[in-house]
């Protein structure tokens, strides 16, 4: 009997120190999401820059860029559009900050600010697309815009439904913090990036 008795308490002891390692181990386990989202954006950068790459090849080998009788893209839309993307990418840094102070509620007004100048910008280049003079098929140079914009427009789309989903789970008490707050953050870089490609694409097609 108090060998059963002591049996059982052995194997309560062992469960329990089992328990704990794997907790231990579980704690311990290093957190990869950041590298994951760096890689992810430096693979969509290589996208890019394939197409950026093959847009500046297009332009070099044709005599005449863009070709003749391509009507001349108007600067003032694409403009206050830039101007706009850009300032997004502020108005983004300051949900990040705002958190970092535990300031749910401010968190929250930036996020949404951002996710409006986002769908202005996307609201834009429909009204762009609307009323250009050319079409997907009018030349390479046309299809080489829509392409270059219409990727990039997606990546937008994709930015905005994501600060809307971390608004939507910031409706739970305590889910971002000063101590957690990494959804927050995978957002902000995801939208820097959309705004660093948009100055870049914005180079190529409408100034040089």
């Given amino acids: 009997m108090q060998s059963q008795t002591i049996d059982s308490a052995k194997a309560e002891l062992n469960h329990h120190h089992a328990a704990e390692a794997a907790h231990a181990g579980h704690e311990a386990h290093?957190?990869?999401?950041?590298?994951?989202l760096i890689v992810f954006l430096v693979a969509e950068g290589m996208i890019f820059m394939g197409l950026f790459g093959a847009y500046?090849?297009?332009r070099s080998i044709l005599p005449v860029w863009p070709p003749a009788g391509t009507p001349e893209l108007e600067l003032l839309l694409p403009g206050?559009?830039?101007v706009n993307l850009i300032a997004s990418s502020f108005v983004m840094h300051n949900a990040d900050t705002a958190i970092k102070k535990n300031d749910t509620k401010g968190m929250r007004t930036w996020l949404a600010i951002t996710?409006?100048?986002g769908t202005i910008f996307l609201v834009g280049q429909v009204?762009?697309?609307t009323h250009l003079?050319?079409?997907?098929t009018t030349n390479l140079?046309?299809?080489?815009?829509?392409?270059?914009?219409g990727f990039h427009g997606l990546h937008v789309t994709l930015g905005v439904l994501a600060i809307v989903a971390v608004l939507?789970?910031?409706?739970?008490?305590g889910h971002y913090s000063n101590e957690k707050h990494f959804g927050i953050e995978a957002a902000e870089i995801y939208w820097h990036f959309v705004d660093v490609i948009w100055i870049i694409l914005f180079g190529l097609l409408y100034i040089l």
Wanted: proline share 5%; no cysteine.
């Fill in 30 to 36: 290093p957190d990869h999401r950041l590298f994951g």
């Fill in 56 to 58: 500046l090849a297009f």
């Fill in 168 to 173: 939507w789970r910031s409706r739970r008490p």
């Fill in 127 to 129: 009204y762009e697309y």
């Fill in 133 to 136: 003079e050319f079409g997907l």
């Fill in 115 to 117: 996710a409006a100048m």
């Fill in 80 to 82: 206050v559009n830039t």
């Fill in 141 to 149: 140079f046309a299809s080489a815009f829509y392409v270059l914009t």
